[in-house]
């Protein structure tokens, strides 16, 4: 694996994009991953996140989550646990085991002033974590309970106080964090599953539904579908191409297909604005934010060919050295 910069192919390459409030046209900058392992680490020390993962589980983005005190945290282990890496002494810091089952996927709080994670697991529940730097994830701050199949996908968000899971019979449920209340209870379509869910600043929930991997579920295609925070469904869209990945950010959805298109689409029309066609399938997607603003610098862009795209704003963003 190396990190890479793809060419980036647009209908109109001149067409400027309103991102993270910065008008940018994206570049892109090629590092190889040997240069950052050289530079960084050396080689009784390279970084390695450790297994084994449940044989079951399909590896995915939704399985990982990195912190901005500098802790990433995995999950789909097979003892049911969930961990959590130092990124500066390079070691796990912490095994949490509470679910009776597989944990499914996870997320960390984006915008928010706390460090909160969420958990979800085959054993239809969501916990919701409060931790630290010093003090990894250990006891669990809130249940969520009201699914009858196993979590696909969850989203946090403390500003609105709200905690939003997809699960694999179609159903995506929307929680309170501070008191673990069922606020509202969504079914986009029937014979779906949430693959994926998000919640913008704005609090405009993101759902993607796919069909059941049956051949009666055949004819649903892919969709998304926009909810307001009061549960109200204000948009959805039938998609030609099976999206692998979404990020909300500003006011945009960043989605990426396996395919290798990465789309940026309006976040209250559900129009794609821009489409980038890259070099692989796209698996995952990584803001990178400023410290203090939060407003986002990079986009780190992972493909299924072990290579990474660097998207950055021109003539804002310095590329990286």
Known sequence: MYMFGCPIQTANSHTPLLFSQTLIRMQHVCVTMEEIM????????CPCLGGPFDKDLHISSHLFALSSNKLLLSAGHWDNSFRTYSLEKNKMVARTTHHTAVVTCMAV???GTEDLLITGSKDTTCVIWKFSKHDPPSRPQQTLYGHDAEVLCVDISSELDLAISGAKNGTCLVHTIRSGQLVHKLRPKKSCEIRHVAVSSTGVM???SVG????????????????????????????NVPLSTIVVEDKWIITGS????????????????????LTAPICSFFMVRDHQSKVCTHLLVG??????AILYPKDSIQAPP
């Open 109 to 111: 709080d984006r915008l």
């Open 212 to 239: 059941l991997q049956s051949t009666a579920a055949a004819a649903v295609v892919p969709c998304l579908h926009l909810y307001s925070i009061n549960g109200r469904l204000l948009e959805e869209k039938s998609l």
């Open 258 to 277: 396996e395919k290798g298109f990465l789309s940026f689409v309006d976040l209250f029309s559900l129009n794609r604005q821009v489409q980038l066609s």
């Open 206 to 208: 993101v759902v993607y």
């Open 303 to 308: 493909l299924k060919d072990g290579k990474i």
């Open 38 to 45: 050289m530079k960084h680490f050396c080689r009784s020390k």
